[in-house]
């Protein structure tokens, strides 16, 4: 069993370029996440999904959106990328929402110039 | 506003006992997690408290006081391979959660 994946690992990006974050989990999982983890900071939450056909925003979603078509996918798309785009983004899952314990994938390390 | 607070970096010695503490103030609580990170790799979990009192499993232990807003997580007989960042967590009112920076801990041999 894989749990959560992620892909890309890592991804060097011009600012202005459309770019997919891809997450797929197999522990059948109903709530998903992404996050975005900076230096110094907390992880922050971006957009989350407490089952597949419903999306939510977090705390930092401005120039990210998601999508949840299924229960084992939930991609991130950055729009148009600029530079404070740049982190390391966890996609996350858990049995449901709510105080079940959630697990992160690998990341995707992402810099945008 | 919501705030987590922990120390930004420990240092202690293989073999030791260590005490991570954690302060939050957020909206409604409904639980605190802890997770370690090891550098360059996700967040595992470790512990969750949603009751005051002491959680133990193995060599971590994880205490609550939820009326002074106060958390610690207890790494006992520290091995090298402890040498990670420890995340703590709140799940506030909207079930949403609130993390602190972390705290880097670096153990000595």
């Known amino acids: 069993i894989a749990g959560i994946t992620q892909a890309p690992t890592s991804q060097i990006l011009a600012a202005g370029r459309r770019m997919t974050l891809r997450c797929t989990q197999d522990?059948?999982?109903?709530?998903m996440y992404w996050y975005r983890q900076d230096l110094g900071l907390g992880l922050r939450l971006i957009h989350y999904s407490n089952t597949a056909g419903t999306t939510g925003k977090g705390e930092v979603p401005d120039g990210y959106s998601v999508s949840r078509a299924n229960t084992d996918d939930f991609p991130l798309t950055l729009a148009s990328a600029v530079p404070s785009q740049t982190s390391v983004y966890f996609c996350?899952?858990?049995?449901?929402?709510?105080?079940?314990?959630?697990?992160f994938g690998p990341g995707t390390r992402l810099t945008v110039l | 506003g919501q705030n987590i607070d922990q120390p930004t970096e420990m240092t202690a010695t293989e073999g030791a006992i260590v005490q991570i503490n954690c302060t939050y103030q957020?909206?409604?609580?409904?639980?605190l997690f802890w997770y370690q990170q090891h550098a360059g790799e996700a967040p595992t979990f470790l512990s969750y408290?949603?009751l005051d009192g002491l959680e133990e499993k193995g060599r971590f232990s994880s205490f609550l006081s939820r009326s002074k807003g106060y958390s610690y997580l207890l790494l006992k007989e520290l091995q090298m391979k402890d040498s990670a960042s420890y995340l703590c967590a709140v799940m506030d009112s909207n079930y949403q959660l609130i993390w602190g920076a972390g705290t880097k801990l670096i153990i000595k041999p």
């Open positions: 996350a899952s858990s049995s449901s929402a709510g105080t079940d314990t959630q697990y």
């Open positions: 522990m059948r999982h109903n709530a």
């Open positions: 408290n949603v």
């Open positions: 957020t909206s409604g609580f409904n639980g």
